[in-house]
């Protein structure tokens, strides 16, 4: 079969910031610099959701792209759009906002939503020049 993949992309705005309860101030400022900044600071984040499959010979599809634009909107947008990341998805309560534990995150929340007969990928654009890329556990 020839396996093609399809990609929607997506965005939200979200603020963050990265740090460590149990590091000092200091310390978290030289590990995350101004990413730790107490008073967070914003991204407006790209993401790219790439599903991997079968054409389905019936429709000429991998899969509809109105299913996949709407669980993103669902499932992604509509949980970190105009969001404080740290205090407002509990996703992050205990794991620092980094893009790539971001990517993870989406990745997880997409995963049970997309049958097993699917890849599934993430990339999130943090900035135009900063990106990271999951495409599930090892
Ligand atoms: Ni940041």
């Known amino acids: 079969m020839n396996k093609v993949t399809v990609s929607r ?55 509809d792209m109105k299913f996949l634009k709407d669980l993103i909107k669902v499932h992604i947008e509509d949980a970190f759009d105009h969001k404080n990341l740290n205090e407002q998805v509990p996703e992050f309560a205990t794991r620092i906002p980094t ?16 049958t097993t007969a699917y890849e599934l990928s993430v990339t999130l654009y943090e900035t135009p020049r900063n990106f990271v890329q999951f495409s599930g556990p090892n």
């Open 99 to 114: 893009a790539e534990n971001m990517a993870v995150v989406i990745w997880d929340k997409l995963r049970p939503h997309i």
């Open 9 to 63: 992309k997506a965005h939200f705005n979200a603020a963050h910031r990265l740090y460590r309860k149990d590091w000092s101030d200091a310390k978290n400022e030289e590990i995350f610099d101004k990413c730790s900044n107490p008073y967070y600071h914003g991204h407006n984040y790209e993401l790219i959701v790439s599903v991997s499959g079968d054409i389905d010979p019936e429709t000429g599809y991998v899969m």
